[in-house]
DNA sequence: GCAAATCATTACTTTTTGGTCAAGATTAAG
DNA sequence: CTTAATCTTGACCAAAAAGTAATGATTTGC
């Protein structure tokens, strides 16, 4: 279970644009530089965050991207769903091995695991914004635990 | 962030190996044939699970593999940790770009939200074993929510 | 000891993902 | 109107992951 290039690289082309303020954009090539990425694959990147209308541009001399929406309205897990397309729906029919369904059908021991996990990481990710993002890392980071707040087993009490 | 098809099939092998009963062993064709994979592909995926020490296999007629461990003492953040090759430690090594070396360097607002990200994924499987994934959908779904508890944003009374 | 069944290991092929390139379209400035 | 800067798009190439095949080693049963 791990970060995909696309999942990660798109995000932090993203933070550089909640970076910006009013009126200003980014061009390609600024937005791979600061990243130290390709123009042409900052290009791509940039290209499927403008489709999901997380961005937008402008074209011509003074033209590049800025975010479509207040940094502080948009959720990691909107951003991620898009960067990795969403593949918790089609958890089930990605991995049929050699068949054409999957071996476990109606009855699995896995798949709530699956479901549970998928659950926990958008949980997680729902309630950080690329606002949020914008920092020293050391602020970053303590924004993070307290927005995870302390997770613990507990029992309802009084329920 | 998504299951790789490795972390998949692997775990499910292995619960294969948790249904059997004390002195019982599955052959790789078994294998194969009860979670709808090639025999080869089955081969690989027991190769590394005895590598990693969570099988142990015996050769020859009547040969085969059981766990290594009693179901029970094996946690699912071990097993993912070597079907996936542990990523966390490497996580700044990998996303580069062209460069040698992450621009992100020294301080990195991302970073805390992988690792943090990476903690809770995997303190969630850290509470589940091999054990318990034997049984029903439902079953295992009431494990689940039950081991993970009730995950909310609380602050800390009284400290 | 021999044959059959099984695991072990490495090399190879296929598929998926990641990344690049090039031609086209749009805009601003002069 | 022309040019230069920029985004847009689809085709293409490369790297990584997934899966297959083939050969070798070990064990059991006869």
Redesign the pocket.
């Known amino acids: 279970m791990k970060i995909?290039?696309?999942?990660e690289?798109g995000l932090r082309c993203l933070v550089q644009l909640a970076n910006l303020n009013a009126g200003e954009?980014?061009?390609?090539?600024?937005?791979a530089e600061r990243e130290g990425?390709?123009t042409?694959?900052a290009?791509?990147l940039?290209?499927l965050l403008?489709?999901a209308g997380f961005v937008n541009?402008?074209?011509?001399?003074?033209?590049?991207?800025f975010l479509a929406r207040p940094a502080g309205d948009i959720y990691l897990n909107e951003i991620i769903k898009v960067l990795d397309e969403d593949v918790l729906s089609s958890h089930c029919d990605s991995?049929t091995?050699?068949m054409d369904k999957c071996v476990h059908t109606g009855d699995c021991g896995i798949r709530p695991v699956i479901v549970g996990l998928h659950e926990i990481v958008e949980n997680a990710l729902s309630r950080i914004t690329l606002a949020s993002l914008v920092g020293s890392e050391s602020s970053v980071d303590a924004m993070f635990h307290k927005i995870q707040g302390i997770h613990r087993t507990i029992e309802p009490q009084g329920i």
Chains 1, 2 share one sequence.
């Not at 954009?25 to 937005?31: A, E």
């Open positions: 995909s290039a696309q999942e690289y954009s980014l061009t390609l090539p600024q937005i990425i390709s042409a694959n290009g791509k940039m290209w403008n489709k541009s402008t074209r011509g001399t003074k033209g590049g991207y991995y091995g050699v």
